[in-house]
């Protein structure tokens, strides 16, 4: 079963086993071409070989520290020991030796492939750190209880498995995360970033100390739920218009820029045509010039090969302005379409202006709050619509009879509007709340903390208030930051657009005047020669 000791003196693995075998693996292989032409490198051999050399006892492989494959079969070693170092190690063979227990193995981290087939062990342990380990051969050993030794494979197996489903979960993890980027950043391009969920809702209560406490009270809960829905839905809706704007601004964007392009090429074009219709002339010129000799008819033809020059600066300098007025106009339409959408946009989630929409025909109407707020019901609405308010609402000359009076629901007022409301029956609740509480009548058992608000109606009333004044420095908040940073953009946008022009007209006079002086020295090269001649 094991290898006994030959009549060879068993040996230790020593500097000239280790040059000896480096050498013999020959050109073929990495270490013996590096051995045959730059000299033996041990920390540059990846793959050693040592079976059959009757070794006792393993030392001496401290140099290998980039080894990845190491074959130390058909030996007669004893103890596993002296690989510690070998932390790249991936490919491990010591059948056929005389060892009895795993051992020495725990720095070798990156092991994938073991072989320990037919050796004298009888304990399967001293494995929990190879995590990398896929392959272990553990055949024709002394392990009495086979089981064991199945449930150590199972065991790696399953070790193998599991860090498979980890790389997998950790990957799926990874690109869920990395959606979710992109997504943010989408959302916050359109500054409505963390509206199409309960954020918002959630950033009020999470430093609202008394509006914890106040929830404990009886029908809070209810109304709290009922509250957080309505809120949720405008938050929502805010977060779905804002998407769809920002649709609305990108298409603004692109078909700008696409004009701006579509102007930029037509006008390089025909300045193109100009200069090549020039260039076949003034080429034909210089010839003519070169084969004149006639002084004074030299004189005349560099004259007007001059004028030439001259005439097309004029030419493209004249493209060039016409191109800058086009495009002038085009970034002032521009500059104003934005800034109207952006406008638009700010209007319509603070709530400036509430929405009005025709039910048969689903269009919305913008119309001022104050006249808004004059109608009262919708069944007074109604009544009233042809005949008392026609005059005040903008854009709308005639309103017909199927006409009703609708906010639109995705405004912050209207996020104010349900703050305000719950605010008034949370102290209703309150202010109820206190009176049973000093007729002795509240039966809940409500927390110490919670009682202790229940002293006189000033306590409770500076609780209530200051919960609503949380939630609405909240709302106010993030309505500032939208309307500071879709402003912010539109400027910078514009700034931008502006800047490039003026670097673009800049870059292109630069490009005009620079082969208008290649075009003139050239000229002016050619008569000091034709006059020296």
Same mark, same amino acid.
């Given at each position: 079963m094991n290898r006994m000791y030959d009549s060879m003196e068993p040996r230790v693995i020593d500097d000239d086993?280790?040059?000896?075998?480096?050498?013999?693996?020959?050109?073929?292989?990495?270490?013996?071409?590096?051995?045959?032409?730059?000299?033996?490198?041990?920390?540059?051999?990846?793959?050693?070989?040592?079976?059959?050399?009757?070794?006792?006892?393993?030392?001496?492989?401290?140099?290998?520290?980039?080894?990845?494959?190491?074959?130390?079969?058909?030996?007669?070693?004893?103890?596993?020991?002296?690989?510690?170092?070998?932390?790249?190690?991936?490919?491990?063979d010591l059948s056929f030796n005389n060892i009895e227990a795993i051992e020495g193995l725990d720095t070798l981290v990156n092991l994938e492939d073991l072989s320990l087939f037919n050796n004298r062990i009888s304990k399967i342990d001293s494995l929990d750190a190879l995590v990398k380990l896929q392959v272990l051969s553990l055949g024709n050993n002394q392990i009495g209880n086979m089981m064991n030794k199945k449930m150590a494979e199972m065991k790696h197996q399953y070790s193998t498995d599991e860090m498979k489903h980890r790389e997998n979960q950790m990957q799926i993890k990874q690109e869920e995360e990395q959606a979710r980027r992109v997504k943010l950043e989408e959302h916050k391009m359109a500054f409505i970033e963390r509206l199409d969920d309960s954020y918002l809702f959630d950033s009020m209560y999470a430093e609202d100390v008394e509006g914890n406490k106040l929830s404990y009270l009886p029908g809070v809960g209810d109304l709290l739920a009922a509250y957080k829905d309505k809120f949720v839905i405008i938050c929502v809706n805010i977060f779905e218009y804002g998407l769809k704007q920002q649709e609305k601004r990108k298409i603004e964007l692109d078909t700008f820029n696409e004009c701006i392009q579509e102007a930029i090429q037509e006008n390089q074009e025909e300045g193109r045509l100009k200069i090549a219709?020039?260039?076949?002339?003034?080429?034909?010129?210089?010839n003519s010039i070169r084969e004149e000799s006639d002084l004074l008819n030299i004189e005349k033809k560099i004259m007007e090969c001059s004028e030439d020059i001259t005439e097309l600066f004029n030419v493209l300098m004249t493209l060039e302005m016409q191109l800058v007025e086009q495009l002038e106009e085009t970034i002032n339409m521009f500059e104003r379409n934005i800034i109207?959408?952006?406008?638009?946009?700010?209007?319509?989630?603070?709530?400036? =202006?509430?929405?009005?929409?025709?039910?048969?025909?689903?269009? =919305?109407y913008i119309v001022p709050r104050d006249v808004l707020a004059s109608w009262g019901d919708r069944e007074k609405v109604y009544a009233v619509l042809t005949k008392e308010v026609q005059p005040q609402v903008r854009k709308v000359p005639v309103l017909p009879q199927t006409w009703l009076c609708l906010t639109h629901g995705c405004t912050m007022a209207q996020c104010r509007d349900l703050e305000n409301h719950h605010h008034e029956k949370l102290l209703e609740i309150a202010i109820n709340t206190l009176e049973k509480t000093?007729?002795?009548?509240?039966?809940?058992?409500?927390?110490?903390?919670?009682?202790?608000?229940?002293?006189?109606?000033?306590?409770?009333?500076?609780?209530?208030?200051?919960?609503?004044?949380?939630?609405?420095?909240?709302?106010?908040?993030?309505?500032?930051?939208?309307?500071?940073?879709?402003?912010?953009?539109?400027?910078?946008?514009?700034?931008?657009?502006?800047?490039?022009?003026?670097?673009r007209n800049r870059k292109r006079v630069k490009e005009i005047k620079q082969y208008i002086d290649h075009m003139q020295n050239e000229l002016d090269n050619l008569e000091c020669v034709d006059i020296v001649d």
């Amino acid at each position: 079963m094991n290898r006994m000791y030959d009549s060879m003196e068993p040996r230790v693995i020593d500097d000239d086993m280790l040059k000896v075998a480096v050498g013999e693996q020959g050109p073929r292989e990495e270490a013996g071409q590096l051995a045959k032409q730059e000299g033996i490198l041990f920390k540059d051999v990846m793959s050693l070989q040592l079976d059959f050399q009757n070794i006792l006892r393993i030392d001496n492989l401290w140099q290998f520290e980039n080894l990845r494959k190491l074959q130390l079969d058909n030996n007669i070693i004893e103890r596993i020991e002296g690989l510690e170092n070998l932390v790249h190690l991936v490919w491990l063979d010591l059948s056929f030796n005389n060892i009895e227990a795993i051992e020495g193995l725990d720095t070798l981290v990156n092991l994938e492939d073991l072989s320990l087939f037919n050796n004298r062990i009888s304990k399967i342990d001293s494995l929990d750190a190879l995590v990398k380990l896929q392959v272990l051969s553990l055949g024709n050993n002394q392990i009495g209880n086979m089981m064991n030794k199945k449930m150590a494979e199972m065991k790696h197996q399953y070790s193998t498995d599991e860090m498979k489903h980890r790389e997998n979960q950790m990957q799926i993890k990874q690109e869920e995360e990395q959606a979710r980027r992109v997504k943010l950043e989408e959302h916050k391009m359109a500054f409505i970033e963390r509206l199409d969920d309960s954020y918002l809702f959630d950033s009020m209560y999470a430093e609202d100390v008394e509006g914890n406490k106040l929830s404990y009270l009886p029908g809070v809960g209810d109304l709290l739920a009922a509250y957080k829905d309505k809120f949720v839905i405008i938050c929502v809706n805010i977060f779905e218009y804002g998407l769809k704007q920002q649709e609305k601004r990108k298409i603004e964007l692109d078909t700008f820029n696409e004009c701006i392009q579509e102007a930029i090429q037509e006008n390089q074009e025909e300045g193109r045509l100009k200069i090549a219709k020039f260039e076949e002339k003034h080429f034909m010129n210089l010839n003519s010039i070169r084969e004149e000799s006639d002084l004074l008819n030299i004189e005349k033809k560099i004259m007007e090969c001059s004028e030439d020059i001259t005439e097309l600066f004029n030419v493209l300098m004249t493209l060039e302005m016409q191109l800058v007025e086009q495009l002038e106009e085009t970034i002032n339409m521009f500059e104003r379409n934005i800034i109207d959408l952006v406008g638009l946009f700010i209007e319509n989630v603070q709530g400036l =202006y509430p929405f009005c929409d025709d039910t048969s025909t689903g269009r =919305y109407y913008i119309v001022p709050r104050d006249v808004l707020a004059s109608w009262g019901d919708r069944e007074k609405v109604y009544a009233v619509l042809t005949k008392e308010v026609q005059p005040q609402v903008r854009k709308v000359p005639v309103l017909p009879q199927t006409w009703l009076c609708l906010t639109h629901g995705c405004t912050m007022a209207q996020c104010r509007d349900l703050e305000n409301h719950h605010h008034e029956k949370l102290l209703e609740i309150a202010i109820n709340t206190l009176e049973k509480t000093a007729k002795g009548e509240i039966e809940d058992d409500l927390p110490e903390d919670v009682r202790a608000l229940f002293i006189d109606k000033d306590t409770v009333v500076n609780a209530v208030g200051a919960s609503h004044d949380i939630h609405l420095l909240k709302i106010d908040n993030r309505e500032d930051e939208l309307v500071t940073r879709v402003n912010s953009w539109c400027t910078h946008l514009v700034d931008k657009i502006h800047k490039d022009e003026i670097t673009r007209n800049r870059k292109r006079v630069k490009e005009i005047k620079q082969y208008i002086d290649h075009m003139q020295n050239e000229l002016d090269n050619l008569e000091c020669v034709d006059i020296v001649d």
